[in-house]
DNA sequence: ACAAATATTTAGTTTTGTCTAAAAATTAAT
DNA sequence: ATTAATTTTTAGACAAAACTAAATATTTGT
């Protein structure tokens, strides 16, 4: 597989959102920023390769080979997102970029050190999850904190309302993009919430919870 | 600089061991597993990029801004290859290829977080030193285990004797390529030595010291 | 159902890095 | 010092991956 090759890999199986559905090639060179007759060119070769299954004018999907080698990607990518940030100190929004050039280097045993040298992490620091060697892992979902049950848990993973006000109050409550969530209790009569975040324990009110995005894995 | 670019002042910066000499294009084809034909033209282009000097029949030389490219991409693998031991328990001799493909990535701060993360190590594990940011480091030598003076250290990389009997011994002492080894007296009489390997004193013989190279830093 | 709009493919180029075969320069040998 | 051997370069071609422009399908709107 050229490096080429497996960016379109990931870029089919992003489109699909993970679910194997048949994408347009018009998505592909939007999600590739590439023109569609370049798109044609290389959706060919992978489906001479086996990788996809191609009927001019009908679209792409992957095949099952092909998702298997998009989920390889995937579990590359995360891993090196979580060694970007739990060993070298990279902040969530830093690691994209690396890990995108991280996931294309070739060595099983590579990937299987790293996975276990991080603990075998279940997911990676933007809250979504990590497929097994295997290649199963299940799916991420976003909701906002207001709409989960007691007992879950996730990551914070963006805001509903960006108004420096509301910033402000995450900052001064030291919230943070990529900090994990459990919801511990919520009062039934004004929908506020007690919540531990990175170990310590606080009481938000309904107003915050609306705004805020957790990630959780069922 | 294209991966190819990149293994290219690699290639002429191993030919001349370190030292700025001008290397020819056979050599080059030699170094890179290709054909003389293509060696020319990838040094033109290199040429006009400044990273070499280049007269036609003459041979290649680095400038000084590809001087500071090659050791930049040395600086990577070595801290790279430092990681895949250290880190992911990869052995001596299976870091080599994967390290190949980890130079190329891109991102300063990656490097300068890995260095840290490593402890700012001094040599990688076959023992030769790792540049440093500034691209400033000290040459290392290989010299049989009798030869160096006492109180010198250096990682043990090679056998000159690579009999069975020989290795079955090294074997026995638990003597391994890679182990750091430090000189710790010699005794007059019969040359023999004490040394210290891996925290562990022990005394070695006059003819067992003949036959084991030592990688050092001056 | 037909024309217009949109999406997709084809055909023909370009760039990068490689190759082979032939030509030219350099080095070595008598 | 001239020829032979070797090294290096040039010229022309090819594969991969991209592009532009033109042609062809498909979808949409009336």
Redesign the interface.
């Known amino acids: 597989m050229t490096l080429s090759e497996e960016d379109y890999i990931k870029a089919i199986y992003h489109l699909g959102k993970g679910d194997n559905v048949t994408v347009s090639t018009n998505a592909v060179a939007e999600q590739m920023e590439t023109k569609p007759s370049s798109v044609t060119d290389m959706v060919k070769k992978l489906a001479e390769k086996g990788l996809v299954n191609y009927k001019p004018y009908k679209g792409v999907s992957l095949t099952e080979y092909g998702q298997k080698t998009a989920l390889t990607l995937v579990r590359k990518h995360r891993l090196w997102e979580v060694f970007?940030v739990e060993?070298?100190?990279?902040s969530w929004d830093?690691v994209h970029?690396?890990a995108e050039?991280?996931e294309h280097?070739?060595?099983e045993?590579?990937i299987d050190?790293?996975d276990k040298?991080l603990g075998f992490p279940q997911v990676d620091p933007h809250g979504d999850p990590i497929p097994s060697k295997k290649g199963e892992f299940k799916k991420a979902i976003k909701k906002l904190l207001n709409e989960v049950p007691i007992g879950t848990s996730g990551i914070c993973v963006g805001v509903k309302d960006s108004s420096p006000p509301f910033l402000k109050f995450l900052d001064k409550n030291k919230i943070a993009l990529g900090d994990s969530i459990l919801v511990l209790d919520k009062e039934e009569f004004d929908g506020s919430l007690h919540i531990q975040i990175k170990n310590n324990k606080i009481h938000i009110s309904s107003q915050i919870a609306t705004n805020l995005y957790l990630k959780i894995t069922e």
Do not use: A, N, T
């Open positions: 970007l060993k070298l100190d990279f830093e970029d690396v050039q991280l280097i070739k060595s045993k590579l050190s790293l040298h």
